[in-house]
């Protein structure tokens, strides 16, 4: 089962930016899908994007304004998050995921930990 570890966390002031990454254990090529999600505080978890392992992308409808980008790395087996012009309430755990596909249905293989990612002054 493929593992997932993220990290590049940490506090950053409104207005900075982040790179976010999640390394897979395994090929992430042969991954389907994989994305990006967060939790905050007294909040349930919500998709913040995706990428397919042919590189096609999309993000949640809060996240279409160009703030974040999805990208990915197959040599790394590594997918990134890049967050720009952050917010205080973008603080949250952000957590990686991957998904494969039975038929029209993605179904999760795997979650990471999570990295804290905290805007404040």
């Known amino acids: 089962q493929v593992q997932l570890v993220e990290s590049g966390g940490g506090l950053v002031q409104p207005g900075g930016s982040l790179r976010l990454s999640c390394a897979a254990s395994e090929s992430i090529f042969s991954i389907k899908r994989m994305g990006w999600y967060r939790q905050a505080p007294g909040k349930q978890r919500e998709l913040v994007a995706t990428?397919?392992?042919?590189?096609?992308?999309?993000y949640a409808d809060s996240w279409k304004g160009g703030r974040f980008t999805i990208s990915r790395d197959n040599a790394r087996n590594t997918v990134y998050l890049k967050m720009d012009s952050l917010r205080p309430e973008d603080t949250a755990v952000y957590y990686c995921n991957a998904e494969a596909i039975s038929g029209r249905y993605y179904y999760t293989l795997a979650w990471g930990q999570g990295t804290q990612v905290t805007v404040s002054s």
């Open positions: 990428i397919t392992n042919d590189g096609s992308t999309d």
